[in-house]
């Protein structure tokens, strides 16, 4: 089964700032993906990617295939980012495993 | 991608009642997911729901507590039975779609499960 881990597990920034959330996982995939969960419980799907980087607005996100391990970058940082994020990769059949998420909060 | 609508979005139960969430989809998929998440972890995934057949559960959840109808295949639903405050969670519905080879996500906006 992929473990998977991300870090931090809470970060808070100052609007403007430069964010990096990092996920690690365990066993090769084919693709992962980054998810937002907004306060209200929603989660909305925001890459999905195999190799390399996808860029959308001012996220982007990374991932380097041989090392296990995607970046998501958020540049210029809003109090409108403030949402905990999700990695996820596939497991047996349809499933996913889901990191814990990264809970951000982005100060006026 | 897919739209999904799910309702409630939120509740709160007494202890004993069951609670019943709809998942409407804006197009046919073969495969609907159940998930719960708990406070501060993250999702779990309780069942696969197919159509026509019963759903496939995971370790650790059954069918008597949470069962799950799929009378087509752009509805499901989820019972929570016999709630106990430590059913008090954000359960969602999601499915897959296919792009570039690979599955998309897509989940509904959730809802928020508080038994008292």
């Known amino acids: 089964k992929n473990e998977v881990e991300q870090s931090p597990q809470n970060l808070t920034a100052q609007e403007g700032e430069f964010i990096t959330i990092n996920c690690s996982y365990s066993v090769g995939i084919s693709a992962l993906h980054w998810l937002q969960q907004h306060p209200g419980g929603g989660i909305v799907s925001l890459f999905m990617l195999s190799s390399g980087k996808k860029k959308h607005g001012r996220l982007i996100a990374t991932i380097n295939i041989q090392e296990k391990h995607s970046s998501l970058h958020i540049t210029a940082s809003h109090p409108r980012d403030s949402a905990v994020y999700i990695c996820?990769?596939?497991?047996?059949?349809?499933?996913?495993?889901f990191g814990p998420g990264t809970r951000l909060s982005v100060l006026p | 991608s897919a739209v999904i609508s799910q309702k409630p979005s939120r509740d709160i139960c007494q202890r004993g009642t069951s609670l019943t969430i709809q998942c409407q989809v804006d197009s046919q998929v073969t495969m609907m997911f159940w998930y719960r998440q708990q406070p501060g972890q993250s999702l779990t995934l309780i069942a696969t729901a197919n159509q026509g057949s019963e759903a496939t559960y995971e370790s650790g959840f059954v069918i008597d507590k949470f069962p799950i109808s799929r009378p087509n295949l752009t509805f499901s639903t989820l019972t929570v039975s016999n709630m106990s405050p430590e059913d008090s969670s954000i359960y969602l519905c999601s499915v897959q779609g296919h792009r570039s080879g690979a599955n998309v996500l897509t989940f509904g906006a959730g809802s928020r499960l508080t038994v008292l």
């Open positions: 996820a990769v596939p497991s047996y059949g349809q499933n996913f495993v």
